[in-house]
């Protein structure tokens, strides 16, 4: 069994197994360079050489094609699925009574807490997070009914807080759309709750839901237009800079994104930077893990976006991410230098850093489409001892 996204030439060099590449080849009738293409992903098979090559490694030919399967009968009963359902409206009866806010902030605290610190965060908000977003949205639509001031607002910062966290889990579970209601739904709670700092929260949220999207210049616009109203905005002094410096980020990433280097590297060091300064250490407010780390954590993505590799190894060799309050955020910083090294062909390092993340965080490892494009490249192009390994890491993910 393989991972429906495997390419063609990775499904071949998956069956092919221990046989030798020039053995298979001379059967088949094409030559071993050929065949070595096909599977680098160079060169495409024709359909001949396509079945020719099914029959001999003894599968069916649509096995080597590179299909997501159809949608079977137990996709509902998934988690992304449950969440989905929660979301749009399925939960407890109308009549039953709403849980009491507080209970639902200290779940959704640590709801967050585990999404942003544990390795086996999928699998864990797989357990909690249908009925949590079921009962918080039972519970907003009570308080919003009721009479209780403070309850309602209770509810409705919980609310805000969780859809934030719901915005993060089904964009990384390939669910795009309802991410993008779910950073509705927690700028509408915020704004009822009157809450500033849970404001910019949601707008920080919308920003990288345009990112993911592909509007970087729309997330741009948004980013700085919030950061504007968070100067302005009646919160402590500490919150307003590490909030205004993370939609500032935002901003920086949209220019990235749009191959604006030299205004992304401005953004970063005129405003991004001095807000660092203001907050000092790395804090989480609003759980944007905002610091003088993310700052320089953004220098390294800007330099590796811009196929910088040298500048971005240097940058991350500077960088120490034990003080960061987000196992998300080590896991991206570990995978831009593996993605480095990859664009310097030193595959070993790749592997080395690709097997230090499979350690501190499997389940993201297998679900980050850059890691499992990493592991295939190593497969590919390393020599055979890395290649073997990256093989046996393939396996582990899911990928083969």
Request: aromatic share 4%; proline share 4%.
């Amino acid at each position: 069994m393989v991972a429906a996204d495997l390419p063609i030439g990775d499904r071949i060099r998956h069956y092919r197994g221990g046989r030798r590449q020039d053995t298979v080849a001379g059967l088949v009738g094409i030559s071993p360079d050929y065949l070595s293409q096909i599977e680098r992903g160079v060169r495409m098979p024709s359909l001949p050489i396509l079945y020719a090559l099914a029959r001999e490694l003894g599968v069916p030919a649509a096995a080597l094609l590179s299909e997501q399967p159809p949608a079977d009968e137990g996709a509902a009963d998934t988690a992304e699925a449950a969440v989905g359902r929660a979301l749009l409206g399925y939960g407890p009866a109308r009549s039953s009574a709403p849980a009491a806010g507080a209970d639902l902030r200290d779940r959704v605290d640590v709801a967050w807490r585990s999404w942003q610190t544990s390795g086996t965060r999928f699998t864990e908000a797989a357990g909690t997070l249908p009925a949590l977003v079921a009962d918080v949205e039972h519970a907003t639509r009570a308080a919003r009914a009721g009479t209780d001031a403070v309850e309602r607002r209770v509810v409705l910062r919980a609310a805000a807080d969780l859809y934030c966290l719901l915005r993060s889990y089904l964009r990384r579970t390939g669910r795009v759309d309802l991410g993008t209601l779910a950073a509705d739904r927690a700028m509408r709670a915020a704004e009822d709750a009157d809450d500033p700092l849970r404001i910019a929260a949601a707008q920080w949220n919308l920003g990288h839901v345009l990112l993911a999207a592909g509007q970087p210049a729309e997330a741009e616009e948004l980013a700085l237009r919030a950061a504007e109203q968070v100067a302005a905005a009646q919160i402590a002094e500490m919150e307003r800079a590490a909030m205004g410096g993370a939609l500032q980020l935002v901003a920086v990433v949209g220019a990235a994104r749009r191959r604006r280097w030299w205004e992304a590297r401005e953004r970063l060091r005129e405003h991004a930077a001095p807000a660092a300064r203001q907050v000092s250490d790395d804090t989480n407010v609003a759980r944007t893990v905002f610091g003088p780390t993310n700052v320089a954590l953004h220098a390294l993505s800007i330099d590796m976006e811009a196929g910088e590799t040298s500048e971005a190894l240097h940058t991350a060799n500077a960088i120490d991410t034990s003080s960061i309050p987000s196992l998300e955020r080590e896991f991206t910083f570990g995978l831009e230098v593996a993605s480095c090294h990859s664009q310097r062909r030193d595959d070993a390092a790749v592997l080395l850093a690709l097997l230090g993340l499979e350690a501190v965080a499997p389940e993201d490892l297998a679900r980050t489409p850059l890691a499992r494009q990493l592991v295939l490249t190593v497969i590919r192009r390393a020599r055979a001892m890395h290649a073997r390994q990256a093989e046996q890491l393939a396996e582990r993910i899911g990928l083969v």
